[in-house]
């Protein structure tokens, strides 16, 4: 990666990069820029993303034009009741000498994207953790080092819930944003159908490589943050939090558990990547709103009186907000 005078040039390179992969991924996906957004802020921040929508929302194309756009490798990984740990992760086998050899899994790849990630049995959906948080995979006592940067793009459906495994909480925490997908609007869906039902395939260029991509996230930990963003980011977290001294009222209410230290850290990180991808140089307290709900909705849990009343999980952080 080119040398930039000041940390400052490379902040404005961040955000001409940005702008760069946005305009090439409008090339084959229409509307979802808020998606889009928070995927890149992801990327950037070192973390993973959970994709929830209905079939047929093009959260599979996404990703793979997303990875197109950026020079890195991707492997796909589709998920099913019968996948075994060690068709992700890769097994030791015995070579011609009978020697044991390790052959890596599809999880030695710079983008993962885990595509119906419900489908499989919590076995299997526990052996990305340690990828997810250490960047590493431990086979028969060996550890072996991933690739960077390393992203986990996850997809679940939210409708079929039929021979479906729900995500351990624990699980759910490493990711960063739980994104959620709507239907497209009447012109956007108009767009789409015109442009996949013709022969043309539209060619999407590579902007970033991977070596650009990790001094890209060095460079969003180096942001200066003010103390009254900092401050608002882990009281809005202690908000969420019933029984406790800051609880909101929302939180005592509605909530069986509330967001633990990970979601402060996240919305820190989220809030400088924000700030860089608009334009400037230091967060304030929109970008912490800005990305408060993908990162708080999947770390709070309703208790049984919020779902009798039909209270969502936006519900309460909008109210929080």
């Excluded at 990984?77 to 992700?88: A, E, G, K, N, V």
């Excluded at 929109?286 to 969502?312: C, M, Q, S, W």
Aim: include cysteine; charged fraction near 25%; glycine fraction near 4%.
């Amino acid at each position: 990666m080119e040398k930039f005078a000041s940390e400052v040039d490379a902040a404005k390179a961040l955000h001409t990069a940005y702008q760069d992969i946005r305009k090439e991924i409008s090339k084959v996906i229409v509307g979802q820029e808020e998606v889009v957004h928070l995927l890149l802020t992801a990327i950037f921040c070192q973390g993973h993303c959970l994709l929830v929508g209905v079939p047929g929302l093009a959260k599979t194309l996404l990703i793979q034009t997303i990875a197109s756009s950026l020079e890195l490798n991707f492997n796909r990984i589709q998920f099913t009741p019968d996948l075994m740990p060690s068709d992700i992760l890769g097994s030791e086998t015995l070579d011609q000498q009978r020697n044991f050899q390790f052959v890596q899994g599809p999880i030695f790849s710079n983008i993962i994207l885990a595509d119906e990630i419900n489908r499989t049995p919590p076995k299997t959906q526990a052996a990305l953790l340690e990828s997810m948080q250490e960047y590493s995979v431990t086979i028969a006592g060996k550890r072996y080092q991933l690739d960077r940067p390393f992203f986990v793009l996850a997809t679940q459906n939210p409708i079929e819930q039929e021979g479906t495994y729900p995500l351990p909480e624990a699980q759910l925490d490493r990711f960063m944003f739980n994104v959620f997908l709507d239907y497209p609007d009447y012109q956007a869906e108009v767009d789409i159908v015109k442009r996949t039902t013709v022969k043309e395939k539209p060619v999407v260029n590579k902007v970033l490589s991977g070596e650009e991509i990790v001094a890209f996230q060095e460079l969003v930990r180096k942001v200066p943050v003010p103390d009254n963003v900092v401050e608002y980011a882990v009281g809005l977290v202690h908000k969420t939090r019933p029984g406790t001294e800051r609880a909101a009222k929302e939180a005592n209410e509605y909530l069986e558990w509330g967001a633990g230290p990970r979601a402060s850290q996240n919305l820190i990180l989220g809030a400088k990547c924000n700030a860089l991808l608009s334009g400037k140089y230091s967060p304030d307290i929109e970008d912490i709103k800005a990305v408060a709900y993908p990162i708080l909705r999947h770390r709070i849990v309703r208790n049984f009186k919020a779902e009798a009343e039909g209270v969502t999980i936006d519900n309460i952080i909008e109210n929080m907000l």
